[in-house]
């Protein structure tokens, strides 16, 4: 190679080095020096949830305050959730509404169907590891359209296109274990799918299986009533 060649390729190498090093090197937020994490415990935060899901349900005041200025200048200083929520897309279940918080109080995962894949076991070990957050909660709702297509999915054989066929595959499971139960056959569904990723999280994986032993946090399911807005913890273990 010849000597300009040489001198070319180093600088260019030296240049996309140097580029990628900020990245490399970044900190996480939350293991910065002198980062901030919530100090409730499992147990204060799932009643706070409780708590909030109580003033929705009787139409009481917005905490305004946790959405206003003065708090959207605090939390970009850094995020301090006290909940990761692994919840569905549907437009009808807005968490931070549903449980009464503001900006900054949960750290929300949704898909269609509140299942949990390589990217939201992620976000869930993010939030738990790195943001300290105690309390992970799945959340399925009534009347849930991902569950009923996986239901059409065992009845009929249905077949959808695109990516939602795959999608729909990992609610399959709980759908064959709800078909035979008493009671609303889809809404079984719901409870089954919720139940299944609350066992796995509580036992699959060693980041969340550890603070769990240690009471550092605690994982529970619930199902959302579409019609009367109250959230029914039914997974609490």
Do not use: W
Not at 111 to 122: K, L, P, R
Not at 132 to 137: I, R, Y
Not at 168 to 175: F, K, L, S, T, Y
Request: contains cysteine.
């Amino acid at each position: 190679m010849r000597p300009d060649r040489r001198r070319f390729v180093a600088c260019a190498c030296c240049a996309v080095l140097g580029g990628l090093a900020p990245a490399a090197t970044a900190i996480p937020p939350a293991r910065a020096a002198g980062a901030k994490r919530t100090d409730l415990s499992p147990d204060q935060a799932l009643a706070l949830l409780k708590q909030g899901n109580q003033s929705f349900t009787t139409d009481a005041p917005f905490r305004r305050e946790a959405s206003d200025r003065d708090r959207r200048i605090e939390i970009a200083r850094g995020q301090t959730p006290f909940v990761v929520l692994v919840g569905c897309s549907d437009s009808r279940v807005p968490p931070e509404l549903l449980f009464g918080r503001g900006l900054g109080e949960l750290f929300i995962v949704r898909n269609a169907g509140n299942t949990v894949d390589t990217t939201a076991m992620g976000s869930i070990e993010y939030g738990v590891v790195e943001l300290g957050v105690p309390l992970v909660v799945v959340l399925g709702h009534e009347k849930c359209g991902a569950v009923q297509a996986a239901v059409s999915v065992v009845t009929d054989n249905a077949v959808f296109p695109g990516s939602i066929g795959k999608m729909i595959e990992p609610i399959v499971p709980a759908v064959l274990r709800a078909r035979g139960q008493p009671g609303d056959f889809i809404d079984n569904a719901v409870r089954e799918n919720v139940r299944r990723t609350v066992q796995r999280l509580r036992t699959a994986e060693a980041l969340l299986v550890d603070p769990i032993r240690a009471g550092k946090l605690k994982i529970v399911g619930a199902r959302y009533d579409l019609d009367d807005g109250s959230v029914d913890f039914f997974e609490e273990g």
